[in-house]
């Protein structure tokens, strides 16, 4: 076979043609197996990074690409957002405030829940998350803190189930369990590298 390439005539024989597909051929599959293996890299890292909320953000997405796409978009927001640390006399407050919720739930279970899920609120607010409606709101939240989300999720709903589906007492206990582990979770110190996001 021959052809002319500026001028100059070149002519290649059937092995040597075999040989440029081949090489081609080889070429092409590293580029796949590249592209392959960072593109498991990166859905290992958020899945890695947002456990459960990457599970979720994949069914409601459709795709684990398009998950990745919004779970990326939720770090860029989170990191445009003020998020701060409470101060001491802020946490030892909120310390006080949760004990008294707390202890109204002997007695009043159903409201207790319902002030566990205002004081979560509060503090989210105190720290600098925007009060926007409850799914921005945990989706910002999932940038820092996503071990916790689930029960946010599932108590944030206990808390807001209405009249006659109103919660059982067990579901009210669970629920106030699973508010006080994102209380603790909220209240703690971070150091500056943990608020960073993986990329």
């Given at each position: 076979?021959?052809?002319?390439?500026?001028?100059?005539?070149?002519?290649?024989?059937?092995?040597?043609?075999?040989?440029?597909?081949?090489?081609?051929?080889?070429?092409?599959?590293?580029?796949?197996?590249?592209?392959?293996?960072?593109?498991?890299?990166?859905?290992q890292a958020f899945r890695?990074?947002?456990?459960?909320?990457?599970?979720?953000?994949?069914?409601?997405?459709?795709?684990?690409?398009?998950?990745?796409?919004?779970?990326?978009?939720?770090?860029?927001?989170?990191?445009?957002?003020?998020?701060?640390?409470?101060?001491?006399?802020?946490?030892?407050?909120?310390?006080?405030?949760?004990?008294?919720?707390?202890?109204?739930?002997?007695?009043?279970?159903?409201?207790?829940?319902?002030?566990?899920?205002?004081?979560?609120?509060a503090i989210l607010e105190?720290?600098?998350?925007?009060?926007?409606?409850?799914?921005?709101?945990?989706?910002?939240?999932?940038?820092?803190?996503?071990?916790?989300?689930?029960?946010?999720?599932?108590?944030?709903?206990?808390?807001?189930?209405?009249?006659?589906?109103?919660?059982?007492?067990?579901?009210?206990?669970?629920?106030?369990?699973?508010?006080?582990?994102?209380?603790?979770?909220?209240?703690?110190?971070?150091?500056?590298?943990?608020?960073?996001?993986?990329?």
């Amino acid at each position: 076979m021959q052809f002319q390439f500026n001028g100059v005539l070149y002519q290649f024989t059937n092995i040597e043609l075999i040989i440029a597909a081949g090489v081609l051929v080889v070429v092409a599959l590293i580029v796949v197996g590249v592209f392959i293996d960072r593109r498991k890299a990166k859905t290992q890292a958020f899945r890695k990074r947002f456990g459960t909320e990457y599970d979720r953000a994949v069914l409601s997405q459709g795709s684990p690409s398009k998950a990745e796409t919004k779970l990326a978009d939720r770090e860029t927001r989170v990191k445009t957002l003020k998020i701060r640390d409470l101060g001491v006399s802020e946490r030892d407050r909120y310390v006080t405030e949760w004990h008294t919720v707390q202890s109204r739930f002997v007695d009043h279970p159903r409201a207790a829940v319902t002030e566990a899920d205002d004081l979560i609120n509060a503090i989210l607010e105190a720290r600098g998350y925007p009060l926007a409606g409850f799914e921005q709101r945990a989706d910002d939240l999932s940038v820092t803190y996503p071990r916790i989300m689930e029960n946010y999720r599932i108590a944030h709903g206990v808390a807001l189930r209405p009249g006659q589906l109103e919660a059982s007492t067990e579901e009210l206990r669970v629920a106030m369990i699973q508010y006080r582990a994102i209380f603790d979770e909220l209240l703690q110190v971070k150091n500056p590298s943990e608020h960073k996001v993986a990329a």
